[in-house]
Structures are given as C-alpha cells and as structure tokens.
C-alpha cells in the first residue's frame, strides 16, 4: 500500500507529467482534406492538457494504413504542419502529448485504399466487422496476404511515421499494437496463418510488433516510445488461443527494448474488463518501465489500483469525450457530463469542442 495520489505529478522518462491522468486514443473522424487535424483539433485536445499525458487518435502512417474515413495522418508534410498547431497549443497550456501511430491491416475498405487495392492483412481472412466509410458503417473488405518482401516497407513507415512526429513537436509515440489492427493481427493467431518468420510460434508471431518498436526507438528513443497492447480483447473480430504466454513474451521483449511505457486495454476494449480470465499483474512485474493501465476505470478503481501498485497511470477514454476538465473534476469529486453517442464519429464542433467545464457550466 502506498500513499501516492492521482493528483500528483509523475516522471514518465524524461518528462514531469502533472498528474497520473492520461487521455487515452479516441479516433473522432474530423480530419480535414488531406486528412490533415482538423481546425479544431487544437481547441479539442488544448481543452483537455490538464491530463498529466494526452494520447493522439490513431494516427495512420501511410495511405494504406487507413482504415475508416476522416482519420488523420502523419505521412505528408501538411500533416506535419497540421500537427504542429496541436502540440504548440497543448503545450501552451503545460500539457503532454504523445501521437498513437496505426497500420489497421485488414480493418479497411477498397474506398478508402489507394487505386481501390484489398486492404492488408497477415493472412486473407477476412474480419466479420464494420468500418466506417462513405459516412456509414460497411463490412471491412476482402483483404490480401502481405508478401515477406513488403514487410520491412510497413516497419519503415511506421519508424518514419515517429521521426515526423518529433518534427511536428510531439512529445512521443504510441505504437497501436491493440484493438485487432495490423500489428496484433499478426500478433493472434485468429487472424494470422502464415507459416514464414511471421508466422505461427509466439515468437514469429510477435516479430512484427517488436521490429515497429524496436525501429521507432531507434529513430526516436525508447524514452519517447509507448506501445498498447489488448491481450484479451476480441474488438475488430479478432481471437487468440494462448494470450497468456503470448504477451508475457511479448512484454519482456518490450522490457528489454527499454521503452517508456506499456499501454494495457484490460479486457474488452470499452466492454467488461473480465472477458476472459488473464492474469494483468504477471504483465505489470514483467515490464521494468511504466504500466498504463485502461478499460472502465473510474476515480474509485484507479485510486484501488495505484495503492495496491497495479499500474503507475491510468488512462480515460468516454470520460475524457465528455468532460475536457475531467481531472479537475475527479480532484473536486464534481459530476461529468453526458456524453453524446451521436457525435463520436464525424462531423464538426458539436460533441467535439462544445463539452462545457464546471467552469463554462457556473458561469451560465
Ligand atoms: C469513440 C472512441 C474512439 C476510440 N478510438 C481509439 C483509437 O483511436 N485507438 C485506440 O487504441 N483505442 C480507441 N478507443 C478505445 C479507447 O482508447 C479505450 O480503450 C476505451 O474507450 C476504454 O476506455 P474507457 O472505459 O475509459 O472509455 C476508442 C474508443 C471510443 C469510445
């Protein structure tokens, strides 16, 4: 048991977060032509740096990597240039920002690909899921097995993806190695059926994730590199049949690559958090560095897990859409607002930049 607060500030590598508060990757589909941040995105997320760590949307490091329309990206200069306006405006408040970078793989469609090419994928199976495209949910594409000789392109975008990143004044990255994307596609064995180096044992399996980070860290420092991982989580239709020694696998690879921090979505992304029995703790004492811990965590079970030493910080997602204050109401044990199922997913201002404060709300 220990006395530390949420409320206090955190050494997360080189930076002092002001509190052990982060946002957690929301995808919000409001990127602009070029699929650069939209005009609000600096307001959006300059709104909520009160967090001790915010966590970009998923940010795709290629054309093919986009999976679901207006998602912004991090390959082209005007993206950069977007980007700049974000981290300049956050840090202005004294907040921290890290940008989650994504491949989606096969959670794509023919529409959203270059020249109307399959999606990606480790293998071609396709996943039973919907993406979000024409300004409608479809069924994910048909995709196609990735080539041994394409692989190290995908690496280097991802390690390209991350130097872009520093240019456009972002505090560090998160590799998205959760939610049934590219990178755990390949990762469970649900969707990945190959039977070369990337393929088939836990090693093989997990070469894909690791070759990412170890590039990105590289390029960037492992002190600014973070990576999320969902051991149990079947978003995006994906399965696995031995999570277990997977991921503790693939968290001691991480430990020893030295990275900053590891992300973990416990349970169903954004559903129970005791989907399948996994035991979390065995990642926490694995991984040397800083756990982040997600998935319906509220002031009460955040406080429990700090003082028991589950994990060092703790990430909100719904909450953070709704109540941009929200560590200053957590602190001051204030309500949050509702949130608005029908404004997640594209759109403009409304139920992106409009969410009042306590302060906005008493001053009515
Ligand atoms: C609207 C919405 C968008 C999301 N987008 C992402 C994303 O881009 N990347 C990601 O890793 N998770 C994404 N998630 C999952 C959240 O980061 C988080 O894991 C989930 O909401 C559970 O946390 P919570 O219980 O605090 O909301 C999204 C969730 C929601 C509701």
Known sequence: ??????????????????????????????????????????????????????????????????????????????????????TDAVHAKGGRIFVQLWHVGRISHIDLQPNGDAPVAPSAIRAQTKTFVNNGFADVSEPRALTLDELPGIVD??????????????????????????????????????????GGSIENRARLLLEVTAAIAKEIGADRTGVRISPVSPA??????????????????????????????????????DVALF????????????????NGYDLELANAHLKAGKADLFAFGRAFISTPDLVERLENGAPLNALDPTTLYGGGAKGYIDYPTLADSSAQ
């Not at 520093?166 to 190695?177: M, N, Q, R, S």
């Open 1 to 86: 048991m220990t006395d530390k607060t949420l409320f206090e500030p955190y050494t997360l590598g080189s930076l002092t977060l002001a509190n052990r508060i982060v946002m957690a990757p929301l995808t919000r589909n409001r990127a602009g032509a070029g699929l650069v941040p939209s005009e609000h995105a600096a307001t959006y997320y300059s709104q909520r740096a009160s967090a001790g760590l915010l966590i970009t949307e998923a940010t795709q490091v290629s054309a093919q990597a986009q999976g679901y329309q207006d998602t912004p990206g991090l390959y082209t200069q005007a993206q950069i240039e977007g980007w700049r306006k974000v």
């Open 279 to 294: 035991d979390f703790d065995a990642l926490r004492s694995r991984f040397q560095n800083t756990y982040l811990a997600n």
């Open 236 to 273: 995006n239709g994906i399965s696995c049949s031995d999570p277990q020694p997977q991921y503790d696998y693939i968290v001691d690879q991480l430990s020893a690559l030295g990275i900053v921090y590891l992300h973990v979505v416990e349970g169903a992304t954004g559903g129970p958090r």
């Open 157 to 198: 975008d991802f390690r390209q993806a991350a130097a872009n990143a520093i240019a456009a004044g972002f505090d560090g990255v998160e590799v998205h190695g959760a939610n049934g994307y590219l990178l755990e596609q390949f990762i469970k064995d649900g969707a990945n059926l190959r039977t070369d180096a990337y």
